[in-house]
């Protein structure tokens, strides 16, 4: 089986050099390493002259500037299924795998199936920066997702918890999925839409024991209000293609500091104007 990992980056490359460096120390190390960069050109000074020898594949911003993850995610998968992947692997650029994750995924993939094994959020890095062998006793899996111990695997999962972060399927799945909507630009509901893409058309999820992957710590807003233009925006698209709007959850937490309303009668979500009256946080 031949295995192709595929990365996102936009910055962020000390994260991708720790991530290239795991790859490098695993059990298994991929056929194929792609590096999607997103306007980002210095990508290919942090891989270049490393292993596992990395393709940069560049992919130019969305309109308006947002991030086109999706756009980014299709293009690293037809860069791998050209070098004749068997197995595409896809690994948030701030996520360092485990040793043995990439032969963990090879073994149990089966066509008709999603793969999503666990990911740890560490803490700040010590003077120094994280070593490799330290991760796995810096933080458990993340308590909001399934985690399997080592040799399980979890079969009809939700497909509403899958994430993007580290996840897997055959080259086969992926063509019957599609790939991503590239309708979304920027942060959010991409990811929602794959997953339930992949629902609709019949591929299981499945929680990977034994398939971990350290999320390198970086600062976090929460709700993540500088992403809100793309959240509501992407939203809407959910809404069009689904029948139901994702990330409600960020959605109510925007409500509560006055920033969007809900309009119950369509169910639809808005950015409130700063001439808008009304107590702040209120849901007209």
């Not at 393709?55 to 070098?83: F, Y």
């Not at 090879?106 to 094994?117: H, I, K, R, S, T």
């Not at 959010?188 to 992957?213: C, H, K, L, N, Y």
Request: charged share 20%.
């Amino acid at each position: 089986m031949r295995i192709a990992v595929i990365t996102l980056v936009a910055g962020r490359h000390s994260h991708l050099a720790l991530q290239q460096r795991g790859l490098a120390r695993g059990t298994r190390r991929p056929d194929h390493y792609v590096v999607v960069a997103m306007a980002d050109p210095g990508a290919a000074d942090v891989v270049r002259d490393h292993l596992p020898e990395a393709e940069v594949v560049a992919v130019p911003r969305a309109d308006g500037g947002a991030l086109p993850l999706a756009a980014a995610r299709n293009a690293g998968a037809r860069s791998a299924l050209e070098a004749d992947a068997d197995l595409l692997v896809f690994l948030d650029v701030d996520c360092v795998p485990g040793p043995d994750l990439l032969a963990r995924y090879a073994d149990v993939a089966e066509d008709g199936a999603l793969l999503c094994g666990t990911v740890a959020y560490l803490p700040p890095p010590p003077a120094g920066g994280y070593r490799l062998d330290a991760l796995p006793g810096l933080a458990a899996p993340h308590v909001g997702r399934p985690s399997p111990e080592d040799g399980e695997v979890l079969h009809g999962g939700e497909h509403r918890l899958f994430w993007s972060l580290s996840f897997a399927l055959t080259a086969r799945t992926w063509r019957h999925i599609g790939g991503f909507c590239e309708d979304y630009t920027g942060y959010g509901g991409e990811d929602t839409d794959f997953a339930r893409t992949a629902a609709a058309r019949g591929v299981d999820m499945w929680w990977i024991g034994g398939a971990p992957a350290h999320h390198q710590y970086h600062p976090v807003s929460r709700p993540p209000v500088e992403h809100l233009d793309d959240i509501l925006r992407n939203g809407a698209l959910f809404h069009d293609r689904w029948g139901e709007w994702p990330m409600e959850g960020w959605l109510r937490e925007f409500a509560g500091l006055g920033l969007v309303s809900h309009d119950a009668r369509t169910g639809s979500w808005h950015k409130r104007e700063p001439t808008e009256t009304g107590r702040p946080g209120s849901q007209g």
